[in-house]
Every structure is written in C-alpha cells, then in structure tokens.
C-alpha cells in the first residue's frame, strides 16, 4: 500500500469516527445528561494519554505544573466546543448538528484572512457565499420540519454556533502554540482542562446505575473516540497531502446523514430520527461544497 492510500485510509478512518460521533452521543443521551458526556470524554482521554506518557515518555508530564497560559485557554475554549456541539445534539439532532458546526472552519478561514493576512482566491469567495446561502436555506428547511419547535431549533443552533465560535478560537490557539510544544502535550493539557472544569457539572450518580453492557460500549466509544480520531487524523496528515485530507475530513457530515438514513430504513428507535427532506439535503450539500471551497482545498488564482 502507497503512502497515499495509507494517508486516504486513515482520513477515511478520522471522518468515520467523527460521522458516527453525533449519532452515538444522541444515544448516550438516553442515559447521561449532556454535561455528563462532556465531562466523560475528556476524563477518559486524558487519563488513556496521561497513563501512555508516564510509562513512555515521563518528562511530557512535567507541562502540567505549569502549562501556558495560552494552552489553558485553548482548553477552556475546547470544552466550550464540546459541550456547544452536545447540546446541539440534544436539541437538534445530529444532522442540523454536523451541518452548522461547519460556521467553525469557516470562520477560522476568515481569521485567517483578517489576522495572518491569509490571500482570498475567486474559488474561496464563491465558497464562503456557497456555504452562506447554504445555512440559511438549510436552516429555513429545519424551520419548516419542527413546526411549533422554532424555539427548541433556535437554541440548539445557539449552543452550535456558541461551540464553533470557541472551536475558532482554540484552533487559533492551537496553530501558535503547535510551533514551540509538541501536539501530544498540547493534547494532554487539553484534555486535563475540561476534565477539570466540568466536575461540578457532571452527575456522577447516573453512572452507578449502568446495567447493561451496551451502555458501556458507549462509554467507551465516546471516550475513545476523541484519542482515535485524532490520531488517525496525525497519521493522514502524515503520509497525504492536507488538501486531499481536508476534503475527506470537512465531508464528515455525509456520513452522519448516511447512518440515520440506514436508522430510518432498519426502523431503528434508538432516539427519534427525523427524515430529512430533499431539500434539505439541498441546502447541506451547498454548506459542505462551500466549506470545502472557503478553506482553500482547490484555491490557485488570487485576487
């Protein structure tokens, strides 16, 4: 196997991952509530990461006594990003979920543009203007499906664009700090602040009531699906091209919609799937085309 493919095989691998995410932490809502879930995740992967340093590498340890005050933000601001896109999950379902999140690479993109003097290419124009119109016919369509629920819609989109908004900021962190701390203590610190943070808001008594086997799939899923993604993400980045990755990472989302419809079609009733109509699919479509475009996966001629 080519470099390449290993490459494409683990970007597969990371938007798979992230594809079944949204759908699994609506399930894990039938038993935990959504802060409970945040705080699981990120206890889990850093524990799972913390164990891995003090066996192999003991001296990256040494950045929790005194972490930057930089990475200590970027944390703060990614648990924002998780809770944000869970409580879009509990009240707007995956697929409205998957679709708004993408205001987060756009609006990085932006950033980009205004503050690392980033060049804006024809292409990325007509994406960001693509991806506008995109949210809001899609959000319009999302109106007409919960009639009498505009305000249950609303304050998920809230929650969504409150968690993209933060996942901006952390992303901006994260390409400074990337330079002078290597990415795994970076992660460690990350991990280690939310765990932290979301202890007066987790109900822990939820978890002595688990008796069955499945819930603890669950548990273990989500939690290790954060230190799986990432990692196949290191390793695609590793042997493939990032426009090439970036394309398959940003078009996540299609899997998502791919699983609930094979929900609805088994007559699966593991949470309420609502169909999602023609138009609909319309309006994601335009979103993901224009954020594929907006991050300048295919940018060349410049204004």
């Given at each position: 196997m080519t470099d390449s493919s290993k490459g494409l095989l683990y970007a597969i691998t990371t938007a798979s991952l992230w594809g079944a995410l949204a759908i699994v932490l609506k399930i894990s809502l039938n038993f935990f509530d959504p802060f409970t879930v945040v705080w699981w995740r990120f206890t889990m992967a850093f524990s799972v990461l913390a164990s891995w340093f003090l066996i192999r590498k003991p001296a990256y340890l040494r950045i929790l006594k005194r972490p930057p005050l930089k990475l200590l933000l970027a944390g703060l601001l990614l648990g924002i990003n998780y809770i944000g896109f869970m409580q879009g999950v509990h009240y707007t379902g995956p697929a409205v979920t998957q679709v708004m999140i993408q205001v987060g690479p756009l609006s990085l993109a932006v950033i980009g543009f205004v503050f690392f003097k980033e060049k804006l290419s024809w292409l990325r124009a007509v994406g960001f203007l693509l991806a506008i119109v995109g949210f809001v016919f899609f959000y319009y369509q999302q109106l007409q499906r919960m009639l009498g629920e505009a305000d249950l819609l609303n304050q998920g989109v809230l929650w969504i664009l409150f968690g993209a908004w933060a996942w901006t900021g952390y992303a901006v962190l994260n390409k400074i700090l990337v330079k002078t701390i290597p990415s795994a203590q970076i992660n460690l610190v990350l991990y280690g602040v939310p765990a932290l943070l979301f202890i007066p808001f987790a109900d822990f008594s939820s978890f002595a009531s688990i008796h069955s086997f499945w819930v603890v799939v669950i548990l273990l899923f989500m939690?290790?699906?954060?230190?799986?993604?990432?990692?196949?993400?290191?390793?695609?980045?590793?042997?493939?091209?990032?426009?090439k990755i970036s394309i398959i990472i940003t078009?996540?989302?299609?899997?998502?919609?791919?699983?609930?419809?094979?929900?609805?079609?088994?007559?699966?009733?593991?949470?309420?799937?609502?169909?999602?109509?023609?138009?609909?699919?319309v309006g994601a479509v335009m979103v993901l085309a224009g954020a594929v475009l907006a991050i300048g996966v295919f940018s060349k001629r410049k204004f």
């Open positions: 939690g290790g699906n954060t230190l799986a993604a990432y990692g196949s993400l290191s390793l695609a980045l590793k042997y493939a091209e990032a426009n078009s996540n989302p299609v899997i998502t919609f791919v699983l609930l419809e094979v929900l609805l079609w088994a007559d699966v009733r593991w949470f309420d799937v609502p169909s999602v109509s023609f138009l609909s699919y």
